[in-house]
Structure formats: C-alpha cells, structure tokens
C-alpha cells in the first residue's frame, strides 16, 4: 500500500501490557484463507503460542481452502462468537471487504497477514498488517536461482495467475531481479489459478519441457507449484533442471537437503508472523496507541548449505527426520 514498514521488533509488549492483556480474558478467532501448507501451520502455532503467553483464548480457526465465498461465511460464523479478536488473510480483496468491515464495524481489532481488503484503512478499520517482505523474498529466489545457473540459460516461470498481492510481489521481486542477468533468457512463462496448484503447475511444467528441449531451469511461485515442477522433471528424466522457488515447505527441504533439484529460495518467518500479529492484536483490544500499521518481517536466502539451520529460523522447531536424514555433506 505505498506504506514503509516496521520491523518486528517495533511489535513488543512491556511486562505492564502482558500482565494488562493476560487479565482481560480476551478471545481471538483465526481466520484462514488456506490451511494446507507449512507456512499456514506455522503462523497458526506462532499465533496460538502468543496468544498462550498472553492469555488470550482461540476460539476458533477457519479453513476457506482459497474459496472468497467461503471465507465470508468463517467470518460470519466467527462473528456469531463475539470474539475481540480476528486475525485473517482475505482469499480476495474485493469478495471479501464487506465482511470484513461489518467485522470492524463490530468492535472487533482485526490484524491481517500479508493482504488487506479492499476499501480498509489501517489504524482505522484494522490494526495492523504484518506481511513477509515478499517482493524480497523473489529477489533473494532470483539471485540462488541465477547462481545456480552461473548467470546464463533459458528459463520458464510458472506464477499465480490471481489478484493475490503475496504472489505478485514475488513475481514482481523475482523478474526485476533475474533482467540483472543478460545471460538468463525467459523462454516461456504459464499462470496457474488452482486448487490443485502442484497438479497444475506440473501440467505447465511438463509442457514447457516437451516445447523447450533445452530448458535449464524453472521458477515456481512457491513450494506447492514447486513440488508439481519436480515431478515433471522427474518424469521427463530431467535431475540435471534447476527449480527456483519460494516457501521452505518440508518438500522443498527435502530436495534441497540432497542438493537435488530444487537451487535455492527465498523463506518467510511466518512463525514471528503469527507471533507479531498476535502482539498487535493484543496491544490493541488494551487500547494502546501508536500502533504500526504495517509490519514486515524480512526475506531468508536458504540454500542446500543453510538448509537445516534456516528450517529452525523459518518454524522455530528442529528439522524433521525427513529432512535431516536426506542432508548430504
């Protein structure tokens, strides 16, 4: 939105806020666009771990598996609840603002990750919005990927074909970033719209390989699209394409793990996400003033060197087995 953002640190609570915030038995509702991803996961569990600390009640969590019409209904539902609290990610600016609004217009402080509806003000109708940097993520992906490639060979791009500002920034960040490398040529580029987005994209991929022998490398738009793209490469016997992407989702790490594939991408924090956005929702049910309107937590480069220590910065937690048993030295 034009806007400079903060820094995560600018969302910490004083000793006198908890103990304010933990005493007024408040309750929070999440409402998500999609929860079958680790980002989602992960910002779900940096939320309701905050909101543990701070003695917040989660009342309900919603799923619209990316569907607007859906998602107006989980925010009616919710709202039938009474919560303080909502923090969300609109599936569609536009289908989704009237919602929103009479949310707003309850009383409810509303935090939003990464997207704002249509038609809302910060500071004013919602708190805050706390999105990864992720026009920086597209440009971290860029530069692994161009390396990977030693800055030359024909490319395909396979982005979200949506109104969804997380995916358009990275394209966004991503393209800018690769025209730095004259010796890199986009040959083709497909939109996906879903839901079957791994499925799609290896549609997409698969057909870009049979019309381009001589592909070297692919982008996906993030991890799941990633995963169609690895398919058809294994399909089309192709272990020597590199992919380039976004999102360490547990798939992804796995490749990367064995240095196999997948080149590089650029990681969010969505676990300091859910954390941040669980401080801001907080801070504002206890009326505290000064509030950042918008929040954004800064791009990790993870490659097969940084993998393993990466996944702990991203969620948090350890490595999986998966993951840590495909690491090759």
């Known amino acids: 939105n034009g806007e400079t953002p903060s820094g995560f640190e600018t969302t910490e609570l004083t000793d006198e806020e908890v103990a304010q915030i933990q005493a007024g038995g408040f309750t929070a509702a999440i409402v998500m666009h999609y929860s079958g991803n680790d980002w989602s996961t992960a910002q779900i569990e940096g939320l309701k771990a905050e909101f543990a600390r701070l003695g917040v009640e989660v009342v309900a969590v919603t ?14 539902t919710v709202m039938a609840l009474n919560p303080d609290i909502i923090v969300s990610i609109p599936t569609d600016p536009v289908a989704t603002s009237a919602a929103f609004k009479k949310a707003a217009a309850a009383g409810i ?43 030359k060979g024909k490319v395909g791009l396979i982005y979200h074909d949506a109104d969804f500002f997380v995916t358009k920034q990275r394209y966004d960040g991503f393209k800018e970033t690769l025209s730095q490398y004259p010796g890199i040529e986009i040959v083709e580029e497909k939109g996906i719209g879903g839901p079957d987005f791994a499925g799609d994209a290896q549609a997409a991929a698969t057909a870009m390989l049979t019309k381009h ?13 990633a995963e169609g793209i690895l398919a058809a490469a294994r399909e089309a016997g192709r272990l020597d394409l590199k992919i380039g992407t976004q999102d360490l989702g547990t798939n992804v790490a796995i490749q990367l793990a064995k240095n196999e594939l997948i080149v590089g991408l650029g990681a ?19 009326g505290k003033t000064g509030l950042p309107n ?29 993951v840590k048993d495909a690491f090759v030295k």
Not at 273 to 280: F, I, K, M, T
């Open 63 to 76: 799923d619209a598996d990316f569907k607007p019409e859906k998602q107006v209904s989980d925010i009616e």
């Open 109 to 151: 402080k509303i935090v939003f990750m990464d997207n704002v509806p249509a038609d809302m003000v910060g500071g004013e109708d919602y708190v805050s919005v706390v999105s990864a940097d992720n026009k920086g993520n597209g440009v971290v992906s860029a530069h692994l990927f161009a390396k990977a490639l030693n800055g």
């Open 213 to 225: 022998a001589d592909l070297n490398g692919i982008w996906g738009v993030w991890d799941v699209p």
């Open 268 to 286: 969010q924090r969505p676990y300091d996400q859910g954390v941040a956005e669980a401080r801001l929702a907080a801070a504002a049910v206890i």
């Open 294 to 322: 918008f929040v954004a937590l800064g791009a990790l480069p993870v490659s097969h060197e940084n993998v393993l220590e990466a996944w702990k910065t991203v969620y948090n937690a350890d490595a999986p087995a998966s």
